[in-house]
């Protein structure tokens, strides 16, 4: 069993940011990609951002890219989601997972093991 234990969720205005945290268990974090998925009220969950294991390459939803910056510090074997210009329709639940793939990291069946998801709310 992996534990994901994430951080740095709550409620800011419009425009403000937020960084989420996602601190894995040591055994899993440095070999294995990492992503970064919401859901938001009534929807289903969808893609944000991911990263290989070595932080090499990255990922992004288009509506992410430019705003969010997913980063990973294997030493520290946490991955974090830098939040920048939020807007309204960014409110979701939003959960870090692991993943043992290299490609198609957008999927969210191709994770194993999930976090419990912060609420991040955003004020207009």
């Known amino acids: 069993q992996v534990q994901l234990v994430e951080s740095g969720g709550g409620l800011v205005q419009a425009g403000g940011s937020l960084r989420l945290s996602c601190a894995a268990d040591r055994r899993a974090f440095s070999s294995f990609a990492m992503g970064w998925f919401r859901q938001p009220p009534g929807k289903e969950r969808e893609f944000v951002a991911a990263?290989?294991?070595?932080?090499?390459?990255?990922y992004y939803a288009d509506s992410m890219k430019g705003r969010f910056t997913i980063s990973r510090d294997n030493a520290k074997n946490t991955v974090y989601l830098q939040m920048n210009s939020l807007k309204p329709e960014d409110t979701a639940v939003y959960y870090c997972?692991?993943?043992?793939?290299?490609?198609?990291?957008?999927?969210?069946?191709?994770?194993?093991?999930w976090g419990q998801g912060p609420q991040v709310t955003v004020s207009s």
């Open positions: 990263i290989t294991w070595s932080g090499g390459s990255t």
């Open positions: 997972a692991v993943s043992p793939y290299v490609n198609d990291l957008y999927r969210p069946v191709n994770y194993d093991y």
